[in-house]
């Protein structure tokens, strides 16, 4: 069977008794007059299943924590370990809800079992359910993540009746759209940092509903919407690549677009495997079966006389991204370093140069605990285009422009803004040939500074484009491999032991970064699940020590931008007002008053917990 990599093994190593390590998303949903029930999910779940290796895979340790554990077959899975079914008390509002969902995203998962639950949420005002889903980060990343999430949506209400009544039902093929080009509901969801193109060939649909609707109706599509709009690219993936009309899909490395334009996955071809990437077969363990102790040990062994060589390899590539590593990028020399390092491996490549990566310090910064509060909410993607185009950036550059928005308005609020620029890390996906079907990560990141120092809003959209832009450019030429490359440097018994404790201690010391953003791109027409329209879709991600006590991640889908916003209550006060000023901040870039919707208020859900 498959052995997890060293950075999947990292999200393992990271969880304690104040850090889970799971991503999640809450799907809310038109119920389709009680059809989104549990029978009906638990029906489809099974049908599925095995368009996603992750839902039925489960850890199998090394004696003594000797290796990096591996993913074998559950043969006692039971769907009733893992979907559960509440109601929430009355009014039912989405405060409610977020409350619920906060006190379960902030448990770890079972790791005796597949590591993931799905939690269908009755009770909702308006006749509206929600589905709450987690994963564990060591089986996923974002776009295994979207790929997991599209195996199990449909295009059309009925696709997951049984055809003719046997069996149940796969994915129904869509509508054609106008182009002819095949659309399905796994390459409506895009990958972690894919989007369709911005003349995209989505098919027809109704516009979605707005908030506060009756189930179940369809309103006019907004003014100047067209129901292909573009999907958002991931936060910080690189702009010189296309556009990736499917998920999955594996594009060379291209020209780079216009302003504005989407980006696709970075595809990594002629590079030398890291350690553990996808996953290495274990002696006598194959075939899904749970890996003999004989074979696990022997591994074990040769990985540990191994170790040291792929160390120094390890090192050696980090070393010449030394200059983009948070903390090293201050130590005195680090960029002279790094393109020494650069020389010796024979890389002369140009790479812009990037700015201090100087990291204030922020309430939201340090140790956290186990709770877990959380907000969500919409503002639509036409609007977010609106000040993209005229201004020359990319939809991704001004919702990286919002969030700089949004909390420096936070701190100013709290006398707390400092006056250097917060950092932020930004995942980008980086998947090799080959790695669709892989269970576990493949994943990078960008540290940028974002401008919260600057007080004029269109001076700070204008310093988050040039800033990004050149960023994106250097992560394009050479994309950074030094997440990967770091934990790989200790051998796998120590670095579980250790990583708990130097976490807690750079939370406290030396924090990295100031938090984690994250912008994942989804479809632009309504998807179904077990008949039900998926009204919003809200991700919902990590913390940790190290990353700090905030993280903000955003899905586009069908017309809106879905934000989902997870806090630690003894960093982060207040997670509402956040999203208000998210609000604010897309008031003061826009040139002309926005839609109807959004002046009355309707378009903007903003709730807490």
């Not at 007059?33 to 489960?58: E, K, T």
């Not at 006692?76 to 509440?86: K, N, R, S, T, Y």
């Not at 077969?281 to 075939?287: F, K, L, R, Y």
């Not at 940028?448 to 030429?477: C, I, Q």
Request: charged share 20%; with cysteine; aromatic share 4%.
């Amino acid at each position: 069977m498959r052995q997890l990599s060293a950075l999947d093994a990292q999200f393992l190593h990271v969880e304690t008794a104040t850090t889970v390590a799971h991503v999640a998303g809450l799907a809310v949903l038109d119920p389709a007059d009680g059809a989104v029930d549990r029978d009906s999910l638990a029906a489809l779940l099974l049908a599925r299943l095995h368009l996603s290796p992750a839902l039925s895979l489960r850890l199998a340790e090394v004696p003594l924590g000797l290796d990096h554990p591996y993913w074998v077959a559950d043969p006692a899975f039971d769907i009733d370990h893992h979907l559960f079914e509440l109601t929430l008390p009355a009014p039912g509002d989405d405060r409610r809800l977020a409350e619920a969902v906060a006190e379960i995203h902030a448990r770890r998962l079972d790791r005796t079992r597949p590591l993931w639950e799905m939690h269908l949420i009755k009770g909702l005002r308006g006749g509206r359910v929600a589905v709450y889903t987690k994963v564990h980060h060591a089986a996923i990343d974002g776009v295994s993540g979207a790929e997991t999430l599209a195996a199990l949506l449909d295009l059309t209400p009925d696709g997951h009746l049984p055809p003719n009544g046997t069996g149940q039902g796969h994915p129904s093929p869509p509508p054609a759209p106008r182009t002819g080009r095949r659309q399905s509901a796994k390459a409506g969801v895009a990958t972690e940092a894919g989007v369709c193109p911005e003349a995209s060939a989505a098919p027809e649909a109704p516009a979605r509903p707005k908030a506060g609707a009756a189930p179940g109706t369809n309103v006019r599509p907004e003014a100047g919407a067209a129901p292909g709009t573009n999907a958002i690219p991931e936060t910080g993936a690189a702009p010189e690549t296309n556009a990736v009309p499917e998920a999955g899909a594996r594009p060379e490395r291209a020209a780079t677009p216009k302003a504005g334009t989407g980006v696709g996955v970075v595809t990594v071809t002629g590079a030398e495997p890291e350690a553990g990437v996808g996953g290495t077969a274990v002696a006598g363990g194959g075939g899904g079966a749970k890996p003999g102790l004989v074979g696990m040990l022997a591994s074990a062994v040769l990985h540990g006389a191994t170790q040291p060589l792929r160390a120094a390899r390890s090192a050696m590539r980090a070393v010449a991204d030394l200059d983009a590593i948070p903390l090293a990028a201050g130590l005195p020399g680090a960029r002279l370093i790094a393109r020494a390092a650069r020389a010796v491996r024979g890389d002369r490549q140009h790479r812009p140069e990037l700015p201090s990566l100087a990291v204030p310090r922020t309430p939201f910064n340090g140790p956290i605990s186990a709770r877990r509060h959380l907000s969500f909410g919409s503002l639509p993607l036409k609007d977010v285009k609106q000040v993209a185009k005229p201004n020359g950036i990319s939809v991704n550059d001004v919702v990286m422009t919002l969030c700089a928005s949004a909390l420096r308005s936070w701190l100013r609020e709290r006398d707390a803004l400092p006056d250097e620029p917060l950092i932020v890390a930004v995942p980008v996906a980086v998947r090799r040939p080959g790695g669709k079907d892989l269970v576990g990560n493949q994943i990078s990141a960008m540290v940028a500074p974002v401008p919260t120092n600057v007080p004029d809003p269109k001076e700070r959209l204008r310093v988050m484009g040039a800033v990004m832009g050149r960023a994106k450019r250097r992560f394009a030429l050479a994309p950074a491999t030094w997440p990967s490359e770091l934990c790989s440097l200790l051998p796998a018994p120590v670095t579980s032991l250790a990583t708990p404790a130097i976490f807690r201690l750079a939370g406290m010391a030396f924090p990295p970064v100031n938090l984690i953003v994250s912008n994942v791109p989804g479809p632009q027409f309504p998807l179904y699940l077990c008949g039900g329209r998926v009204l919003s879709y809200y991700p919902l991600s990590v913390l940790t020590d190290v990353s700090g006590g905030l993280t903000i991640t955003c899905f586009s889908y069908d017309g809106m931008l879905d934000f989902g916003i997870v806090a630690c209550p003894e960093r982060v006060d207040d997670v509402w007002s956040l999203l208000g000023h998210l609000r604010t901040a897309l008031d003061e870039l826009s040139d002309e008053r926005v839609g109807d919707e959004f002046r009355d208020g309707v378009g903007v859900d903003l709730v807490a917990g």
